[in-house]
């Protein structure tokens, strides 16, 4: 015997609370203005081998790998490991097929007198 008759699991277009729909960002994707992931990694070794000098040579390397690591390097991680958009996948497609067959039914209602009573089981 069925309970829960005529109650699908499935939403219904006028009771969905919310559905986000976001874009995904990865910092392993190439972009316009952005290295792929090999480049990324080289270029993060590449910055780090003044700092090798400083530290294993001279104090004059070791005062400018001090500049270089504190200062230098903290500017162009921030640019080569920059987020950037990523490629739509099929998952994506499904999402926005979802969400335009089941649109939001607005805001979410966060009192609790508005909210609904469950089904009985």
């Known amino acids: ?41 080289v270029v993060t070794i590449l910055l780090l081998i003044p700092v090798w000098f400083g530290v294993f040579y001279s104090v004059f390397f070791l005062v400018a790998a001090a500049i270089w690591g504190l200062w230098i390097v903290p500017l162009a991680y921030r640019d080569v490991w920059r987020k950037v958009r990523a490629s739509r996948t099929h998952a994506d497609e499904l999402s926005t097929e979802y969400h335009h067959a089941y649109p939001d039914a607005g805001p979410a209602r966060t009192d609790i007198a508005s909210r609904e009573m469950p089904p009985r089981w």
């Open 1 to 41: 015997m069925c309970w829960n008759v005529g109650h699908s699991n499935r939403p219904q277009p006028g009771k969905r609370l919310t559905a986000a729909h976001h874009q995904r960002y990865s910092r392993w994707q190439r972009s316009e203005v952005t290295f792929g992931p090999v480049g990324r990694v």
